[in-house]
């Protein structure tokens, strides 16, 4: 292996939301058990060199004055989706910074929507999602997903046409990969739900984990920039622009390596559930390192809340997500970036201490 993966490090105290809260007000680790942060959306692996040696660089140059995008920021990009996607005829002008996935969503909800106005998720939703709705006076209306006969997460197309027109709904959010289902939708059913979305005559904000947007349409980017500019908050620090810089431009190596690692700790942990934990199902997540279990039949034969299977986790030092802000009942979500060695030994206190 070249790049480090199995360095434990201590963030706790190091700007760290993951290490340094738990968020389960009165409930901590019982004596012995120190803390495993499985539930922030936060790698737990040390910074891609590319990364740390391109901010390295800049800060040779000991000023940070006003400055614009370079023409490197725009170009990594575009050379990253064509040689790691196959996306030909994009252009610097296509391309605009966003200060987060969430400070997009909520430009894209003013420029194309009303205070009031319905928008139409999938659910489980992300929970990032639901609170940019609720601050920007947007009501969500959840189309679920259904699970096929193998467990696999689907759309509900006619649902999706139904309420769309049912509730007058012209803006829909589309996320792949899906948070926190982890499907990375194929090309025919991403095809099928943009076909429904057409005939509603919906614009469609895709969030696909990139902190910058994409816009092809000359009239769909000028108001989505727009928005942006009026309250004068997103604007890129300039050692966020190099790190960018030095991640598409000579980071793929390490993400290959990194996906290696995250794979295998998925089949671990998919695997360890199988076997261990008797009425927990979970789909394999195909592209993102975040776990979504269903604990309903365990909770129900055992006569138990998911909140009691929670504080369980959080007693043995197992700081896991409650899934069910996602919209989706008897469900904890946990983030598998992290060592084997403590994904390891996670799984083995709560084979201990929790699905018993």
């Not at 706790?12 to 004596?31: K, N, Q, S, W, Y």
């Not at 390596?257 to 942990?269: L, Q, T």
Request: glycine share 8%; proline share 5%.
């Amino acid at each position: 292996m070249t790049y480090d993966f199995t360095t434990v490090l201590d963030r706790a105290g190091h700007d760290c939301l993951a290490a340094d809260r738990i968020p389960f007000d009165g409930v901590r680790p019982d004596e012995g058990f120190d803390v495993i942060p499985m539930w922030v959306a936060d790698m737990a692996f040390p910074t891609a060199p590319p990364v740390l040696d391109a901010i390295k660089q800049r800060m040779e140059m000991p000023n940070f004055g006003y400055f614009a995008l370079p023409k490197e920021y725009y170009q990594a990009i575009i050379n990253w989706h064509k040689t790691r996607n196959g996306v030909e005829g994009l252009e610097a002008k296509d391309i605009g910074y966003e200060n987060g996935v969430l400070g997009g969503l909520s430009s894209a909800l003013q420029a194309f929507t009303t205070p009031g106005e319905k928008i139409l998720v999938h659910s489980p939703t992300y929970v990032g999602f639901t609170h940019t709705f609720d601050d920007t006076g947007r009501v969500a209306v959840h189309s679920p997903l259904v699970r096929d006969e193998q467990g696999v997460w689907r759309m509900d197309y006619e649902d999706m046409d139904r309420k769309l027109k049912e509730n007058d709904i012209h803006f829909a959010v589309f996320c792949s990969p899906h948070n926190p289902c982890g499907r990375v939708w194929e090309r025919g059913e991403i095809e099928q739900a943009m076909e429904v979305y057409r005939r509603n005559d919906c614009v469609v904000f895709s969030d696909e984990v990139g902190s910058y947007h994409v816009i092809y349409s000359d009239y769909l980017r000028a108001r989505m920039q727009r928005q942006g500019r009026l309250s004068h908050y997103n604007e890129p620090n300039i050692l966020s622009v190099h790190a960018l810089i030095g991640a598409y431009r000579d980071g793929g190596a390490w993400c290959d390596e990194m996906i290696r690692v995250i794979d295998g700790n998925v089949e671990y942990a998919c695997a360890f559930i199988r076997e261990h934990f008797p009425g927990v199902s979970v789909m394999r997540p195909q592209g993102t390192y975040m776990l979504y279990l269903d604990c309903g039949a365990w909770c129900r034969k055992q006569g138990v809340t998911i909140y009691s299977v929670l504080e369980r986790g959080v007693r043995c030092g197992v700081i896991w997500q409650n899934g069910e802000s996602f919209y989706w009942p008897d469900t904890i979500r946990m983030n598998l970036a992290l060592p084997k060695s403590r994904l390891v030994e996670a799984m083995d206190r709560l084979k201990t201490y929790v699905f018993i």
